[in-house]
């Protein structure tokens, strides 16, 4: 029996002295959680228990009241850039990892994940993927995928788009900004409630459901609207293939996880990181698994993102045209004969 017996974690350092904000588009795949979904902040701080905490200079604050005002502006992340400000918010301050002592961007430069060909694979059962993707599944619980459908146009477009949203003024996202994770439709920054001793991640989403594969276009704001239901009627081709490879490498038949409609629908994130005036106190993503089956990860030619590898921080430096694919926590608990 094979078991996957750890959590795949992952993080995006913001870049130091980096002034140009990058985006990236996460896709998860899952049920009962939706799939392609972009998973509540895990990451503990160390400051303490108490509402009052004390920042750099023994100077007591409220907790609680700095979140609530940062969340009644509905201007995320870029609207805290745009103000001017010159510090970060404590509560996106993230406190070092004990294992951690070295956290720049190349923890560990030497190993890299493993990189698949899917083209094969994609007009038929194709032994070699089914392989790799199962060893790296093992050993990594995450890998890229090349040639795997999506033109590039289509990828280069859905990024252009997420600019574009993100870029708009506050005033034309505002309506949709909320931390509550029910509306098919949102902006936000905070994805919902943040406990004390939870440290944000400095980053603004624009995210959207996708029932059953299903989404009212009109929903969608004009800006990227025909760029996200065409990426999105690729990606559901992608999300096919891959589910089909990852039954057999499991060991069963290709109809397996589709059978178990545990791939069904869609949540899509667009991830937009505004450059940090203090980029070395916080994390664009702080540490995290996915509590998906699946996520699928598009990032632009930025950089930043990391993964957790036999405890040491590992870049995922970005690969013209490549999809990153993530084992989520569902996926991993599933006990199966490899």
Not at 151 to 168: I, K, S
Request: charged letters at 25%; aromatic letters at 8%; proline letters at 7%.
């Amino acid at each position: 029996m094979f078991h996957f017996n750890s959590t795949y974690s992952y993080r995006l350092y913001n870049i130091l002295n980096n002034t140009t904000p990058f985006r990236d588009i996460l896709a998860s795949t899952s049920n009962p959680l939706p799939t392609f979904i972009l998973p509540l902040i895990r990451s503990r701080s160390s400051i303490g228990n108490s509402m009052e905490k004390t920042d750099d200079n023994n100077d007591y604050y409220d907790w609680e009241k700095e979140v609530e005002e940062f969340e009644k502006t509905k201007g995320g992340v870029k609207g805290l850039v745009d103000s001017g400000i010159t510090r970060v918010p404590r509560f996106f301050i993230s406190p070092p990892e004990p294992d951690d002592a070295n956290p720049g961007p190349h923890a560990h430069p030497d190993a890299l994940i493993p990189i698949i060909d899917l083209e094969g694979v994609r007009g038929g059962l194709d032994h070699k993927a089914v392989g790799e993707i199962r060893t790296a599944s093992r050993k990594w619980g995450f890998f890229q995928v090349v040639n795997h459908g999506i033109p590039t146009t289509v990828t280069d477009a859905m990024l252009r788009g997420t600019r574009a949203l993100h870029e708009q003024p506050k005033e034309a996202k505002q309506e949709l900004y909320t931390s509550d994770g029910a509306p098919d439709v949102r902006f936000y920054a905070i994805n919902g409630r943040l406990e004390e001793g939870d440290v944000a991640s400095w980053r603004d989403a624009f995210a959207c459901k996708f029932t059953d594969g299903e989404i009212d276009p009109e929903v969608i704001p004009p800006v990227c609207r025909d760029e996200i239901m065409k990426y999105m009627k690729h990606m559901i081709k992608v999300r096919d293939v891959l589910s089909e490879v990852l039954s057999e490498a499991l060991g069963e038949s290709k109809d397996l996880l589709g059978e178990m409609q545990c791939m069904e629908s869609e949540y899509l994130t667009c991830l937009y990181y505004p450059a940090s005036p203090e980029p070395d106190k916080s994390l664009g993503t702080v540490a995290h698994s996915d509590p998906t089956v699946l996520t699928v990860l598009l990032q632009d030619s930025t950089g930043g993102l990391q993964i957790k590898h036999d405890g040491c921080w590992i870049d995922v430096p970005p690969v013209p045209g490549a999809l990153i694919v993530n084992i989520g926590d569902f996926l991993q608990v599933w006990n199966f004969d490899l």
